[in-house]
């Protein structure tokens, strides 16, 4: 069956970095869409970034542009989201999902797959 597993997830200082992965399984990983999402206490889950992974282009939302870079490593089925210069309002639980039959982008409902999620908290 299918399983994405994330890990990387931790507490950091404003300003400081992090890089999340997610390890894909049970489907064909090329030719889809791979998503990082996250959902702060309290608010609705959004998407952060995607991307391509037969072509590699790549989706991010205004809020992280800029700081946020999203990439694969097809041999191993594995998508990172760097992200650098963090902010406390980056603070959330961030999810991978993978989306298999539509366009890629940032639309949640269009992803078909998610993983267990990684908590990231950025204190000021």
């Known amino acids: 069956q299918v399983q994405l597993v994330e890990s990387g997830g931790g507490s950091v200082q404003a300003g400081g970095s992090l890089r999340l992965s997610c390890a894909a399984s049970?489907?064909?990983?090329?030719?889809?869409?791979m998503g990082w999402f996250r959902q702060a206490p309290g608010k609705e889950r959004e998407g952060v970034a995607a991307?391509?992974?037969?072509?590699?282009?790549?989706y991010y939302a205004d809020s992280v542009k800029g700081r946020f870079t999203i990439s694969q490593d097809n041999a191993k089925n594995t998508v990172y989201l760097q992200m650098n210069s963090l902010k406390p309002e980056d603070t959330a639980m961030y999810y991978c999902?993978?989306?298999?039959?539509?366009?890629?982008?940032?639309?949640?409902?269009?992803?078909?797959?998610w993983g267990q999620g990684t908590q990231v908290t950025v204190s000021s």
């Open positions: 999902a993978a989306d298999l039959y539509h366009a890629c982008g940032l639309g949640e409902y269009e992803y078909d797959y």
């Open positions: 049970g489907y064909t990983y090329s030719s889809n869409c």
């Open positions: 991307i391509y992974t037969g072509g590699g282009s790549t």
